[in-house]
């Protein structure tokens, strides 16, 4: 997995992970490009943003051995069309969604005669509307576009979930977060609550989350 941006990178190799694939993360054309070398892997996620020209040096080589997911965008289209020119596989346009990128991911993978081993799942999907935590792979997903959580911000996004319609106190949360043990205050919560707010708002995901003050917090049941 190859992208500039290296909480993207760790976030999707922690996905990939959970579905069953061993990945291996770099943030810059060197350090994939002496990655790639020694690891030798079966399939390669290469985001544009990577940098020019190296980017393209280093797609080369990649395409010469390994299959390849491009990870563009809109303002790169010529990159991605050279980039196929060059041997790549397959591409994606950013934001995209997860799902589909690890589905293209396991179809280029069977083609080439390989099939991931698929973890089966302990724990159901937790839906508010368009919003989707999906604990067995560790994501969670807005109308497609994938949120960039924390771990902290996933297990409380998840308890709340959970318990939608319910004001989870805040002592609780503490308790289901961070452990009986916690040595953190009440006013961690609540700058952990602002933060997943303030995420879920960028995505568009509006009221989800209420405060009931001196109380703790709720997922609004209604929320569609």
């Known amino acids: ?8 990178a760790e976030l999707l190799a922690h996905s990939l992970g959970r579905a069953g694939m061993s990945t291996l993360t770099a943030c810059d054309a060197a350090a994939a490009l002496d990655l790639f070398q020694s690891a030798q892997p079966d399939l390669v996620v290469l985001g ?23 990870l563009g965008s809109g303002r790169r ?3 991605v069309v050279r980039g196929l020119d060059m041997g790549a596989d397959d591409y994606l346009v950013k934001p995209f969604s997860f799902a589909e990128l690890l589905a293209r991911i396991r179809a280029r993978l069977r083609r080439a005669g390989m099939q991931p081993i698929t973890p089966p799942s302990t724990s159901p999907a ?12 560790g994501i969670v997903s807005y109308a ?13 996004l998840k308890h709340l979930l959970a318990h939608a319609g319910v004001v989870v106190p805040t002592r609780t949360l503490l308790e289901a977060v961070w452990g009986c043990e916690h040595t953190v205050g009440p006013e961690v919560v609540r700058v952990t609550m602002h933060r997943l707010q303030h995420k879920l708002y960028d995505v568009g995901v509006r009221d989800l989350l209420g405060t009931v003050h001196g109380v703790g917090f709720v997922v609004r049941a209604e929320h569609d």
Do not use: Y
């Not at 990577?50 to 491009?70: F, K, N, S, W, Y």
């Not at 497609?144 to 409380?156: Q, Y």
């Open 126 to 137: 937790l839906r508010a509307g368009d919003l989707i935590l999906d604990p067995a792979q």
């Open 1 to 8: 997995m190859i992208d500039p941006d290296p909480q993207l």
């Open 144 to 156: 497609g576009r994938l949120l960039r959580l924390t771990p902290t911000e996933f297990r409380v």
């Open 77 to 79: 289209e010529q990159q």
């Open 48 to 70: 544009l943003d990577i940098g020019m020209p190296a980017g393209l040096e280093l797609l080369q080589t990649v395409c010469a051995q390994a299959q390849v997911i491009l």
